[in-house]
């Protein structure tokens, strides 16, 4: 069983660049067959997908999203790291990182999901507010 773990800043200013932390555990890292994906859920809204990587750090991003959006893996190959550039209030969400062994497809511009099924493990999702 996988279990992942957001970490990061909880509150980001207009402008600035969002990053975000998942820690892997439970005998899963990169060498494992996962796409480890980072997916926000805004205030009173559905849930958006943002990216994902895979183990050998291919990237895919949301069309919506892709200009601001880079997902890496870290020197320490249980984490990787989501970083948003040029944030605004419509960035606030609970942001989460999660896994599946199937890639996640988007068929859309921006890449609302209709419930967290795609995904077999989930992390608890941390809140980030962008405010001056």
């Known amino acids: 069983q996988v279990q992942l773990q957001e970490s990061g800043p909880g509150l980001v200013k207009p402008s600035q660049t969002l990053s975000l932390t998942c820690t892997v555990s439970?005998?899963?890292?990169?060498?494992?067959?996962?796409?480890w994906s980072w997916i926000r859920q805004p205030p009173g809204k559905g849930l958006e997908w943002i990216g994902y990587i895979t183990p050998g750090g291919t990237t895919y991003y949301s069309p919506s999203l892709e200009s601001r959006t880079s997902i890496s893996w870290g020197t320490s190959k249980n984490q990787f790291t989501l970083h948003l550039s040029s944030v605004t209030p419509e960035d606030t969400a609970v942001y989460y990182c999660a896994a599946d062994p199937r890639p996640y497809y988007c068929s859309g511009y921006v890449c609302y999901m209709g419930s967290r099924a795609a995904f077999g493990s989930w992390g608890q999702g941390t809140p980030v507010t962008v405010s001056s």
């Open positions: 439970g005998g899963s890292d990169a060498t494992s067959d996962y796409y």
